[in-house]
C-alpha cells in the first residue's frame, strides 16, 4: 500500500504492534487455507461466500479469491430461483460497496461488480450510475470508478449528452478536474463529429470549448488541467499518408521514396512505378533493411528493365484509406530526377485555420496576452500565447515566440531542455519553409539548435549544414539517405552514431566538438569519405587521428584540409 | 483562489548517498520471513516481487545471495496445466504473473525448466477478436495485459503467436488527447498506463503511433518542485513514477526533459536509513515493489547503463529513438494512485 506516513515507534509499541499483526495473521492464514480447501472440495456455499468475503475486505487484490467468489456465485446461479438470486446479488453489491469504501482503488473489486452486474437476474443501472457519483464526490479523479461510469453508461445506455452534462457540472464546481477534461475530450467528437476539424470536433463547439476553459484559466491559472485541454483545442487532426518526395537515381539504378507518414511497404500500403505506362517490378526495403514501419523506401531498377530516352516515371502510392501519386520526367542525358510534393512542408507544420478560427485565434491570443499582463511569470500562459502565435502565423511571431521560449527556460528551469527543444523545433520548420528543398541544400547554421527536428522528411538533401549549434547527436542525420556533404563543426557532439547509414557522404568537417574516443571513427567505416575535418576535437589530443581515419578511410585525400599523400 | 500545488517539502536530513548494501540487504531478507505479515498479506503477488527483487539484485550485482534453485522450483510449482502462471502455488494463473515468471526464467537463463510452448498458447488464448488482451479467463481487458503478452512472447522469441496488428490497433485506441494511454478505449491517461503502452509499442515497432513531442511535455509536466514525479496532473509525487516517466520519455527519446539532479535528490531521500529499501515519498513506509523500480529507475535516470542484457528487450524496428528502447520489462499492476 502506498502513501502510509513512517512513524517512530518505541520498543514497547513495535512488540504491542507485532503480536497484534500475529493475531491478525493466524486468522487470515486460517480463513485462506480453509477457502482453497472449500474451494478444492467443490463446496460453493454460503460459508465459502463469508469466509472468501473476509480475506476480500482486508486484501481486495487477492485475485484467485475474487474468482473462488466468482465460482461461487455461477454455481448459485446454476441452482437457485431469479428472487433468491436477486436477493444475493444485492447483497454482494452492499459487500461490495463496504469493500470500495475502505479501499476505493482495487482493480480486483471494480471488476468483480461489474461481473455481478452482468450476471444478477435484474441489475439497477441507476442505483449504480449514483453510486458512481458518490464515489466520485469522495474522490473526483478516482480512474477507476471513472472507468467503472464508462462501463455503467455503456450498458444501460445513459446518453453522451447527459454525460457532457455530468462533466459540465463537475467542472463547474472544481475546474482542477482533469479526469473531467478528459471525458469531454472523448465525449465531444462523439457528440459533434467533423472528421476535418482539428480535434474531431465541429467547429461552433469548439468555440463554445473555448469559452469555457478560459473561464478556467483565468480563475486559477496555475492549474494543469484546462491548459492541457486547451492544448488539445488548439492541435491539428491525423495527418494522411502521402508522397513526399522520390528520386530515381540512374547511377545506383535505384528509386527513393519518402513518405509523409511511416508505412509498411507493401504492408500497409503498396508502391507501384511505370514508366511510360509499363510496370516496373519493385523489391521496396528500408534504408536499414529493416522489417518494418519507415518513412523512407529504396528499391533498385530491375537490370533488365531499359530506361532509355526521355520518359515519365509514375510512382502510386496505395492504401487502404489513400491513394495519390506522382510524375518524374525524365530526360536523356540526366543522371537523377527527384520530386517534391508542391505542398511540403507548409502542410506538415501549419494547420489549416478557417477564417472563424482565425478570427477566435486572434481574439484567444488576446485574451492569453492580457493574461500575462496579470500573470507575468506564470508558464503556462506563456507556453499557450506560444501555440496561438504559432498557430496563427510562425514567421511574422517568430521573434516574439523565440523570447517567450528564452523567457520559460528561466522561469520554468526544471524544464529547460523541453523548451530548447521547442524552440530548435519551431526555427527549423521556420527555416524549412522559407527554403527550396529542390535544391538539396539546407543550411542550418548559428541558430541555437539542441536537436535536429524533421531529418525524416529531408532524405534526398545532398548538402547539409549544422554548423555552430548546440547538438549533442547525430543520430537524426541518419535518416537524409542522399547526404554528401556535412557540415557539424562548433557543436558538442561526442558521438558519430547515426553516420554509419549514410552510404554516399563523401565530405564531412566535425571541427570543434567532444569527440574523445578511437572507437567512434568506426560509425564512418562504411562511407565513401574523401574529406574529414576533425581538429578541435579531444580525440585529437590522445591518438594519431590522420592514421586512424586512414586506416578506416581508404578512400580519404583531404584531413583538415591537408592532402594525403 | 487557486490550486496549491500538491508536493511534498524533503528536509534537510533526508538520505543524500545511495544506500546501496543496505538495500540489497533489505531484498535479501526480504524473502527469509516467511511468517512475516506483509510479506503474507502480498502473496498474491509472490511472483512479480520475486522478479523485482531479482532484478534489482541483479542490478546491484549480487544476485549470487539469492538462491537461484529454490526460486526456479517455485516459479515450476506456479505453473499451470494451461501454461499459464499464478502469483504463488496454488494462486490462478494470470498474464501478470505469467511475464513475471518468464522474466525470472529468463533472468536465470532457464526458459527449458517450463513448457514454453504452452506458455505460448496461454498467452495466444487470452486475444480478443478486437486485438486486445484479457489478464485471465475472466475477462478483465486492460492495457497492462496487452504489455504483459507482447513483452512475454517477444522475451521468448514468438511474437507472431498473436494477432500483432490487431493488438497494436487496440492499444492506440487507448490513445488520448494528452498524447498518453488509458487502460481500455476512453479511460484517462496514467503514467503507468503510458510505459505500459509505449512499451507495447516499442516492441511491436509501432513507435510511430506515438506523438513524442507532445506526450513527451505530458511526462516531463510529472516532474514537481521537489523534483519527485507524480503520474497524472495535480497529484502527489510518489517514488514509482520515477520508473515508469522515466522509461517512457527513454523510449520516446526525451529523457533529457527531466531535470535529473532535482530528481536523483528526491529519490534519494526516499531512502530508509533504518531498513533499507525505498518509499513512495520521503518519510514514508518502504513498500515492496519500490526497490526494483527505483533502482532500476536510478539505473535510467543515471544513464549507468542502457539495460540490463538479460530482461531487456531489444526491440525489432526500423527506426529506435533512443538507446535500447524498452528497457526493463516490467508491468505495471500496483498503482494505488
Redesign the interface.
Known amino acids: 500500500?502506498?502513501?502510509?506516513?513512517?512513524v517512530k515507534s518505541t520498543e514497547e509499541q513495535k512488540e504491542a504492534k507485532r503480536i497484534e499483526?500475529?493475531k491478525?495473521?493466524k486468522l487470515?492464514?486460517a480463513a485462506t487455507e480453509e477457502a482453497?480447501r472449500k474451494r478444492k472440495d467443490g463446496e460453493y456455499d454460503d460459508e465459502a461466500l463469508k469466509v472468501s468475503g473476509e480475506i476480500l475486505y482486508r486484501?481486495s487484490?487477492?485475485?484467485?479469491m475474487?474468482?473462488f467468489r466468482?465460482e461461487i456465485f455461477l454455481h448459485m446461479n446454476d441452482n437457485k430461483n431469479e428472487d433468491e438470486l436477486q436477493e444475493l446479488f444485492d447483497s454482494e453489491l452492499d459487500f461490495l460497496e463496504a469493500c470500495l469504501k475502505y479501499n476505493p482503488?482495487s482493480?480486483g473489486t471494480w471488476?468483480h461488480r461489474c461481473?455481478v452486474l452482468d450476471t444478477m437476474p435484474r441489475p439497477d443501472w441507476e442505483k449504480e450510475l449514483k453510486l458512481c457519483n458518490l464515489f466520485l464526490q469522495y474522490d473526483e479523479?478516482n480512474?477507476h470508478c471513472?472507468?467503472y461510469r464508462?462501463f455503467i453508461v455503456k450498458r444501460s445506455q445513459v446518453t453522451p449528452e447527459a454525460e457532457l452534462e455530468f462533466t459540465t457540472n463537475k467542472i463547474s464546481s472544481n475546474f482542477?478536474n482533469?479526469?473531467s477534461w478528459?471525458?469531454r475530450?472523448?465525449l465531444l467528437p462523439f457528440i459533434h463529429p467533423d472528421p476535418s476539424s482539428p480535434?474531431g470536433v465541429k467547429e461552433d463547439i469548439l468555440l463554445q470549448e473555448y469559452e469555457m476553459v478560459q473561464n478556467a484559466f483565468f480563475?486559477?491559472?496555475?492549474?494543469?488541467?484546462a491548459w492541457?485541454?486547451y492544448r488539445?483545442l488548439l492541435?491539428r487532426g491525423k495527418k494522411t499518408v502521402g508522397i513526399n518526395c522520390v528520386c530515381c537515381d540512374k547511377i545506383h539504378s535505384k528509386i527513393i521514396v519518402s513518405t509523409t507518414?511511416?508505412v509498411l511497404v507493401p504492408d500497409t500500403v503498396e508502391l507501384k512505378v511505370e514508366v511510360d505506362g509499363s510496370h516496373m517490378p519493385m523489391t521496396w526495403r528500408?534504408a536499414?533493411n529493416?522489417?518494418?514501419?519507415?518513412n523512407l523506401w529504396i528499391s533498385d531498377i530491375p537490370e533488365d528493365f531499359k530506361i532509355s530516352g526521355s520518359c515519365t516515371l509514375t510512382l502510386t502510392l496505395g492504401g487502404s484509406s489513400t491513394s495519390c501519386s506522382c510524375e518524374l520526367l525524365l530526360q536523356d542525358d540526366s543522371t537523377e530526377e527527384c520530386y517534391f510534393h508542391k505542398d511540403t512542408p507548409a502542410i506538415w507544420f501549419r494547420s489549416e485555420l478557417s477564417a472563424a478560427a482565425t478570427t477566435t485565434l486572434k481574439r484567444e491570443l488576446d485574451s492569453v496576452k492580457e493574461l500575462h499582463e496579470m500573470e507575468p511569470e506564470n508558464k503556462w500562459v506563456l507556453l499557450t500565447s506560444i501555440s496561438l502565435m504559432k498557430s496563427l502565423d510562425s514567421h511574422s511571431y517568430e521573434d516574439t515566440i523565440m523570447d517567450e521560449l528564452k523567457t520559460l527556460e528561466t522561469i520554468d528551469?526544471?524544464?529547460?531542455?523541453?523548451y530548447r527543444?521547442?524552440r530548435s523545433?519551431y526555427l527549423t520548420e521556420n527555416i524549412l519553409e522559407r527554403t527550396d528543398l529542390s535544391k538539396r541544400c539546407l543550411r542550418l547554421r548559428d541558430v541555437g539548435l539542441t536537436v535536429f527536428y524533421h531529418a525524416k522528411l529531408l532524405p534526398l538533401l545532398v548538402e547539409l549544414d549544422l554548423s555552430n549549434n548546440r547538438l549533442t547527436s547525430l543520430?537524426d542525420v541518419r535518416h537524409i539517405y542522399c547526404l554528401q556533404r556535412l557540415c557539424v563543426d562548433d557543436n558538442q557532439i561526442s558521438k558519430l552514431q547515426g553516420l554509419e547509414s549514410i552510404v554516399h557522404l563523401k565530405e564531412i568537417s566535425i571541427r570543434n566538438n567532444e569527440i574523445k574516443r578511437e572507437e567512434e571513427f568506426q560509425f564512418l567505416r562504411k562511407c565513401p569519405l574523401v574529406v574529414v575535418n576533425i581538429a578541435g576535437n579531444p580525440v585529437c589530443d590522445s591518438v594519431n587521428v590522420n592514421s586512424v581515419l586512414r586506416n578506416i578511410l581508404t578512400g580519404l585525400k583531404k584531413i583538415d584540409d591537408i592532402k594525403i599523400s | 483562489?487557486?490550486?496549491p500545488?500538491k508536493d511534498v517539502v524533503i528536509s534537510d536530513s533526508a538520505p543524500k548517498s545511495l544506500l546501496l548494501e543496505k538495500h540489497a540487504d533489505y531484498i535479501a531478507a526480504y524473502g527469509k520471513k516467511k511468517?512475516d505479515?506483509e510479506y503474507?498479506?502480498t502473496?498474491?503477488?509472490r511472483l512479480s516481487g520475486i522478479y523485482w527483487g531479482l532484478t534489482a539484485m541483479d542490478l546491484v550485482k549480487q544476485l549470487d545471495r539469492m538462491s537461484k534453485e529454490e526460486v526456479l522450483e517455485f516459479v515450476q510449482s506456479c505453473q499451470h496445466e494451461c501454461g499459464g502462471f499464478?502469483?504463488s502455488t496454488?494462486?490462478?494463473p494470470?498474464l501478470l504473473y505469467t511475464l513475471s515468471a518468464v522474466q525470472v526464467l529468463v533472468l536465470y537463463d532457464a526458459v527449458d525448466c517450463v513448457d514454453v510452448g504452452k506458455v505460448i498458447e496461454f498467452v495466444k488464448t487470452l486475444q480478443e477478436e478486437d486485438g486486445s488482451f484479457t489478464g485471465?479467463k475472466?475477462?478483465?481487458v486492460?492495457t497492462r495485459f496487452s504489455f504483459c503478452a507482447v513483452a512475454c512472447l517477444a522475451l521468448l522469441g514468438q511474437l507472431d503467436a498473436i494477432d500483432v496488428d490487431k493488438a497494436v490497433d487496440f492499444v492506440t485506441s487507448c490513445q488520448?488527447?494528452?498524447g498518453g494511454f488509458?487502460?481500455?478505449p476512453?479511460?484517462?491517461?496514467?503514467a503507468g498506463q503510458i510505459y505500459c503502452c509505449v512499451g507495447m509499442l516499442a516492441i511491436t515497432?509501432?513507435l510511430?503511433h506515438v506523438n513524442a513531442?507532445?506526450l513527451?511535455?505530458?511526462l516531463?509536466?510529472r516532474?514537481l518542485?521537489s523534483g519527485g514525479l507524480n503520474g497524472?496532473?495535480?497529484?502527489?509525487p510518489?517514488l514509482?513514477y520515477s520508473w515508469w516517466v522515466l522509461t517512457s520519455l527513454k523510449i520516446i527519446g526525451?529523457i533529457?526533459?527531466?531535470?535529473k539532479d532535482?530528481l536523483t535528490r528526491f529519490m534519494l531521500a526516499c531512502q530508509?536509513e533504518e531498513t533499507g529499501g525505498f518509499?513512495?515519498?520521503p518519510?514514508?513506509?518502504?513498500?515492496v515493489p519500490h526497490p526494483v523500480w527505483d533502482s532500476g529507475a536510478v539505473v535510467t535516470g543515471g544513464g549507468v547503463t542502457e539495460g540490463h542484457q538479460s530482461c531487456v528487450l531489444h526491440a525489432?524496428?526500423?527506426?529506435p529513438p533512443?538507446g535500447h528502447p524498452t528497457g526493463f520489462i516490467m508491468t505495471g499492476t500496483r498503482?494505488?494512485?
Open positions: 500500500m502506498h502513501g502510509r506516513l513512517k499483526q500475529e491478525k495473521l487470515y492464514t482453497f486484501n487484490d487477492f485475485s484467485t475474487w474468482n466468482k482503488k482493480y471488476h461481473f479523479r480512474f471513472w472507468d464508462r482542477s482533469y479526469s478528459h471525458y475530450s472523448k480535434a480563475t486559477d491559472p496555475d492549474d494543469q488541467s492541457f485541454y488539445w492541435g507518414e511511416p528500408t536499414s529493416n522489417i518494418g514501419y519507415s528551469s526544471h524544464r529547460t531542455s523541453y527543444d521547442l523545433k543520430r | 483562489m487557486g490550486t500545488v511468517d505479515y503474507c498479506m502473496e498474491y503477488l499464478g502469483a496454488g494462486h490462478d494470470h485471465d475472466w475477462g478483465e486492460d488520448n488527447f494528452d488509458g487502460c481500455r476512453g479511460s484517462e491517461t496514467h515497432g509501432r510511430h513531442d507532445l513527451g511535455w505530458w516531463c509536466e516532474q518542485p497524472r496532473p495535480e497529484k502527489l510518489d514509482c526525451r533529457h526533459w527531466i531535470d532535482k530508509d518509499a513512495d515519498r518519510g514514508d513506509m518502504v513498500t525489432r524496428r526500423d527506426d533512443s498503482d494505488r494512485h
